[in-house]
């Protein structure tokens, strides 16, 4: 049993025959090979999955495809825009803000999601607005200097 | 849009050597075509050779373990099997090349963990990477340089004493004109040298490209999502596979049903004995039909659990042996010096690797071949594992390690590799693993728990007078007293890594710094107490006690930045204070913690942490690994402990089993101690500074409250039942 549901993707619309009660994680992972976006607990817990729904960060483990119809999903592949990086990209590159880079798209995806609702966060805001996304490898506190850095580039942006 | 305008690049596409299928040098050699290639063996070149005596898999083959070549086109390409996990040799790796070979950073690649294509390598772990595989890249670039400079006396017709190498290019120093660039001279060249001794190496203070600071090369693809790992690669016609697990460790499958399953459109499902898989060509489904699977299981009942576990180990341990150096004096004599005596037992809990990526492999017969993409530390265990369940000779499986997302010590046994090409060869089509978060909390080779039981004794002028050290399934790791004490006994029962069969109810395994988290906890909480209780400052007394220069000048660093300072124990304040010694390097950190009484809850409010590991390769990436020990840290000192039940792992996921977060993430300063002494042994990075974590936090926490805590995780709980002790 299809459904045809249409969305767009990274700014492209897609439009897919598929069972609508397919996890957007795996839809996105396997039918539509946008591996960037990661499995890490399938239950919400740990962030791997983030993307951005209608520019929120979302966690894409505990959506249908169905959810998505009609909304706007940016996924890691989709951040970057005409080759040129998002400054939190950027800036994580600049601060090594990743170790192994298993955490690191829907890190940032949080992040970007994070400044574009609070362009000017606090230390502590950074903290609570991060504080559901695991890594492991203890790569905190340049993951921290690069959300200050991208809060400090992007200012007046908004 | 189809699926293609998706799959930019895979880890094919990175490597691009497919026609360089070889396993061995003559075919290499025979393949690569014109340059200069230089191979070069550990064994003969290094020292400290009896670290490595225990890798799995075996000792190092006598022919070689790494090879570098010049290109025709004056790239230069470093092959090794060690793998990226996050660690950033990806970065420091290509920094040491081009310090020794004196060419610019970017002309260096590196290609990494592909058995077919690098020398073999036990593996990555042990901080070995910078310490021992390190100084043999170096000498392999020396020995390039060598043999560059040879080739350019001949091209520009003056003696070598007259060039000089820079940049790629060598120049006559009389008439800077005349030169020539390394592409040009490795062009038409066949030229294959072993490094046979060990050529000198630069002095770390003239290092230009080494010992400065780099951002990882991997960066950019990290950010990007083009970083590929074991479970994004795709092949044509692949399956997703999903296995029926048991409920519990020991449980035998009574009886199955796949009748359900296969009643799903699309799903294949595969029996091979005890292997139960259903396979589909999107993961979800395939989880779908698995759960309609009716199986049932004989599950033994267990004799203990993670509350009694302590006594079961004590009790199935093996007899103590005593470690190298482990003793001196006499205790008996030493007890009778002691004016206080302080006996403790120290407990430390199962622990989970818990890396972001789950275990995965993919797996591609093609005729005889099978090739295999594996999230594995190591890539040549895992061919000989999958050749041997397979029925393959090792020639003909290859393993691919695209970037591993985090390993730990966990990513080693390569089950979810072997369960792939199983998997594949029964099905004859592509198939990949992928553990669920829970399989990864059952099947993760857990660091095990452990107990260390103390005697010491302290005489009346704060002098350490006797020492009595025994260690239960921590193993030997940091066990070692560095300490002076004239009467000592240090022993260890029981492996770190696993045995007996019946110490643990699920598999164990190395875990960053294996046995050295529990061993520093112990014995700098004990030199704690036996500070507190002499009334001596807790650096003070450590300092009254050691003779170690290297030991003194990193503790002495850290006690500096920190601002200590002296106070006995307990103070108030909330300070901390531990050292200790892993691959090689040597650490001492100082934090301040705040308790919360009522909550029992601790809030690490700063950490500073002092590092000597001899030469530095990358400042910026040490402090950076220095920065993840602390923070991974964290996790065993405050929360991190798996529960069991009847052969039950009771944690499936995050909801019970607590990694840190941003907000526990204290204030971390680190520093990185010079020492360009190339007589001492050079150190590793990866995991030092994360066994004093255990320690660290005790210490601060009794600083603050007089509360001692023997047992990690040190869960608000066991924190306010300590406070009702104090």
Known sequence: MTDKIAFKLNDKPVQLDVDGERPLLWVLRTDLGLTGTKYGCGAGFCGGCTVLINQRATRSCLLKIKDVKDKEVVTIEGLAKDGKLHPLQKAFMEHDGMQCGFCTPGMILTGVSLLKFN???????IHSGLENNFCRCGAHVRIVQAMRQAAAEMKGAH | MNTNDFLEANFRDIHSYEDLFASNRRDFLKRVGGGIVVFVAINDLLFGQEEVRRPRGGRLPSDFNAFLRIGEDGRVTCFTGKIEMGQGIITSLPQMLAEELDTPLDTVDIVMGDT??????????????????????????????AVLLELAADALKVPQTQLVAKGGVISDQQDPKNKISYGQLAKGQK????????????????????????????????????????ADIRVPGMLYAKILRPPAHGAKLKSVDTAPAKAIDGVQVIQDGDLVAVLHQFPDVAEVALGKIKAEWDTPAATYDDKTVFDHLINVAPEARVVRGGQGGDLDAGMKSAAKKFDSTYLNSYVAHSPMEPHAALCQIEGDKATVWASTQNPFGARDQIAGAIGF???????????????????????????????????????????????EFFYDTFRPAAVVKISSGVDAAGKMAFWDYDVYFAGERGAAQFYTVPNHRTASRGSGFGGPASAHPFATGAWRAPGNNTNTFARESQIDIMAAGAGIDPVEFRLNNLSDERMIRVLKAAAEKFGWKPAKGPSKRGYGVACGIDADTYVAAIAEVAVDKAKGTVQVKRVVCAQDMAVIINPEGAKIQMEGCVTMGLGYALMEEVHFKDGKVLDTNYDTYELPRFSWVPEIETVLIENNDTKVRQGGGGEPAIILMGALVANGIYDATGARLFQLPMTPERIKAALQKA
């Not at chain 2, 690098?118 to 170096?138: E, I, K, Q, V, Y």
């Not at chain 2, 985090?406 to 369960?419: D, L």
């Open chain 2, 393 to 439: 000779s090792a020639e003909k499986v290859r393993v691919i390690t695209p970037f591993v997302g985090g390993g730990f010590g966990g990513k080693t046994n390569n089950q979810e590799a072997v369960e792939a090409a199983r998997l594949a060869k029964a099905a004859g089509k592509p198939v990949q693993v992928m553990w669920s978060r829970e399989e």
């Open chain 2, 116 to 145: 077919d294509l690098c020398p073999w390598d036990a593996g990555t772990f042990g901080s070995m990477t910078t310490r021992m595989f390190g100084p043999a890249l170096r000498a392999a670039a020396a020995e390039a340089r």
């Open chain 1, 119 to 125: 362009p000017q966060p606090t230390e502590q805001e």
């Open chain 2, 191 to 230: 030229i294959e040298r072993h490094v046979e001794a060990k050529p000198p190496l630069k002095d770390p203070t003239q290092f230009k490209i080494s010992g400065q600071s780099h951002t990882r090369r991997d960066g950019e693809a990290k950010v990007t999502g083009k970083a590929h790992y074991a």
